[in-house]
C-alpha cells in the first residue's frame, strides 16, 4: 500500500465526492438527514461530517461514524434519483477500503468498530448497528505535510458605507426568464454545483486554521462557524478567503444573523488593497438583497440590481447565498442567489478582470458600542469556465 497518510486523503476526496452526489447543500442538513436512517443509532454532528470529507484533515473516522455516513449518502442518493460515483454505491467496497486504510495505519486497537478480517466483506453489509449516537472522531492523529495558504485579504475596511443613502443606483435586470420583480427560484441543490466548474474550496470550520484571517471580536473563528463582527455605525468588516486571485467564480455560504441588524454578503474580483473596488452580493436583515459594485475609495456602492424584500426571509435562521461572476459575450454576467430566489446582472463595461473573493458583513446600529455579528457556518467556492 502507498503511504497511508496519501490513501487517508484519496479516501476522504472520494467521501466529499459521495457528499456532494446526494445533492444536499448544506452539511447541517446532510448532519440531520444521518439521524433519520433505520435503526436507533443517531446520527453524526455537522463539524464531524466536515472532518470526514476534508482531505486535509489526518483524523481517521471511527468505524460506526463511517457507515452512518456512508448509509446517509446512499440513501439521500437514492431518493434524488442521481447514480453514485463509480463503485460508490457499494457498501462492501466502502468497508474494504476503510478496513485496508485503518489497518495500515495501525488503527487496530478499537473494538468491534469493525470486523479485522478484510475477507468478511464478501458477506452481506450489515444493516443494523449499535444503538447510541456517533460521537466525534477519536482515532489517532498523525502529522501531514503543511496545507497551501493563499492571500489574505485585511480583514476590516473602516472607510466603506452600504448605507441605502450612500448609493448610487442603476437599476438594470437582465434575465428574460425571471420572476416579477427581477427574481426567480431555483432547485433545492447546490446553485454553484449545477454551473459546473472546478471546486477550490469547502469550508465548515470545524478546523480553526483553515487560514480565514482572524482578529479579535472582528473576524474569528466561533464554535464551528466563522464570525464576522461589525460596531455601530455602518461599519464594513470583511474577510478575504485563503485563496488566489480567480477570474471566473461562484461562491456559496450557509450564513446566519446572530446578534443586531445589518447584513451579511460575498465578494469577488476584488482588487489588491483595503479601498479597492469588487462586485458585492448582498442581503440584509431588512429584507433588501442584490449585486452593487463596492467603492470604498469613494465611500459608496452603486447598486446595480437589487430588490426591496425577499419572501420568507428571517436571517436569524439558515440563509443560503451564492454569488456567480464570469466572463461572458457583451460583459461580466453577475448571479446572486439568496434562499433559492436569483436576481442576473451584466456589467457591460467591467473593469474588474479578477481579483479576490471572500465574505462581509456590516451594521446599521447607531448607539455606541453596538455590534452586528453575523455567522458562515459553510462556504464553498468553485472556478468556473467563461460563458460562450
Given at each position: ?299 459608496r456602492v452603486a447598486v446595480l440590481a437589487s430588490q426591496d424584500s425577499l419572501p420568507g426571509l428571517n436571517m436569524d435562521q439558515e440563509t443560503r447565498i451564492g454569488a456567480s461572476c ?63
Open positions: 500500500m502507498a503511504d497511508p497518510l496519501d490513501e487517508l486523503r484519496i479516501l476522504k476526496t472520494q467521501l466529499r465526492e459521495l457528499r456532494w452526489t446526494t445533492q444536499v447543500d448544506s452539511l447541517m442538513t446532510l448532519a440531520r438527514e444521518s439521524a433519520k436512517g433505520p435503526g436507533v443509532r443517531g446520527g453524526i454532528s455537522k463539524a464531524t461530517i466536515g472532518n470526514i470529507i476534508n482531505p486535509d484533515n489526518p483524523t481517521m473516522p471511527r468505524w460506526e461514524t463511517f457507515e452512518i455516513f456512508i448509509d446517509t449518502c446512499l440513501r439521500l442518493i437514492d431518493q434524488a434519483g442521481a447514480e453514485p460515483p463509480t463503485d460508490g454505491g457499494d457498501r462492501r467496497i466502502w468497508r474494504l477500503r476503510y478496513i485496508q486504510l485503518r489497518d495500515a495505519l495501525g488503527d487496530n486497537d478499537e473494538p468491534d468498530e469493525a470486523p479485522d478480517d478484510a475477507a468478511d466483506v464478501t458477506a452481506e453489509f450489515a444493516t443494523s448497528a449499535e444503538s447510541g449516537v456517533a460521537e466525534p472522531d477519536s482515532a489517532r492523529k498523525v502529522p501531514v505535510r503543511p496545507r497551501r495558504r493563499g492571500r489574505w485579504l485585511p480583514g476590516l475596511t473602516t472607510v466603506v458605507v452600504l448605507a441605502v443613502v450612500a448609493v448610487v443606483f442603476v437599476w438594470q435586470v437582465m434575465d428574460d426568464e425571471s420572476a416579477p420583480g427581477g427574481a426567480r427560484t431555483e432547485s433545492a441543490s447546490s446553485f454553484c454545483a449545477e454551473l459546473g466548474g472546478k471546486m477550490l474550496l469547502e469550508d465548515s470550520f470545524a478546523d480553526g486554521g483553515t487560514g480565514w484571517p482572524q482578529r479579535d471580536g472582528h473576524t474569528e473563528y466561533a464554535f464551528g462557524a466563522y464570525r464576522l463582527t461589525a460596531v455601530s455605525g455602518t461599519q464594513v468588516v470583511q474577510a478575504g478567503a485563503p485563496l488566489p486571485a480567480l477570474t471566473n467564480t461562484c461562491m456559496e455560504a450557509v450564513v446566519r444573523k446572530e446578534s443586531g441588524y445589518g447584513g451579511v454578503g460575498l465578494w469577488c474580483r476584488g482588487e489588491p488593497g483595503d479601498m479597492t473596488r469588487r462586485y458585492l452580493f448582498t442581503v440584509s436583515s431588512t429584507g433588501h438583497w442584490g449585486i452593487a459594485m463596492g467603492l470604498p475609495a469613494e465611500a464570469r466572463t461572458a459575450v457583451g460583459g461580466v454576467d453577475l448571479v446572486v442567489s439568496v434562499n433559492g430566489h436569483q436576481i442576473r446582472y451584466r456589467d457591460p463595461e467591467s473593469q474588474l478582470t479578477g481579483g479576490t473573493v471572500g465574505v462581509l458583513g456590516w451594521s446599521w446600529l447607531m448607539d455606541p458600542g453596538a455590534t452586528s455579528s453575523f455567522l458562515v457556518e459553510e462556504v464553498r467556492i468553485w472556478e468556473l469556465p467563461a460563458t460562450g
